[in-house]
């Protein structure tokens, strides 16, 4: 099993940024893909941004040209670096991994959430 730990959410201006972080835990595994969702109450959980193993990354249109996905492999930590803000974009942020093992098994790990307020 792979623990996936979320940090670096918190209240900013419209215009501002923000960081986030999540970092990665467990036992002879290899993470493949890493992704940043969110969500709103209410509403469908949305793919944010997503980057693969080689670094290669995709964004959802709504943060193309703001958002910036980013990894460490050494450090088995994904980062989100969140720019220009936006009221919209006011949610609950999750990462998420696949990963696999040695044995070998795959499987698929959430973060906690951290929540991001954007408001003036």
């Known amino acids: 099993q792979v623990q996936l730990v979320e940090s670096g959410g918190g209240l900013a201006q419209p215009g501002g940024s923000l960081r986030l972080s999540c970092a990665a835990s467990?036992?002879?595994?290899?993470?493949?893909?890493m992704n940043w969702h969110r969500q709103v109450p209410g509403k469908q959980r949305e793919l944010v941004a997503g980057?693969?193993?080689?670094?290669?990354?995709n964004y959802a249109d709504s943060v193309k040209g703001r958002f910036i996905v980013s990894r460490d492999n050494a450090k088995n930590t994904l980062y989100l670096q969140m720019n220009r803000l936006k009221v919209e974009d006011t949610a609950i942020y999750y990462c998420?991994?696949?990963?696999?093992?040695?044995?070998?098994?795959?499987?698929?790990?959430w973060g906690q959430g951290t929540q991001v307020t954007v408001s003036s």
């Open positions: 998420e991994a696949d990963w696999m093992t040695p044995e070998p098994a795959v499987g698929r790990s």
């Open positions: 467990g036992s002879r595994f290899r993470i493949n893909a």
């Open positions: 980057i693969t193993s080689g670094g290669s990354t």
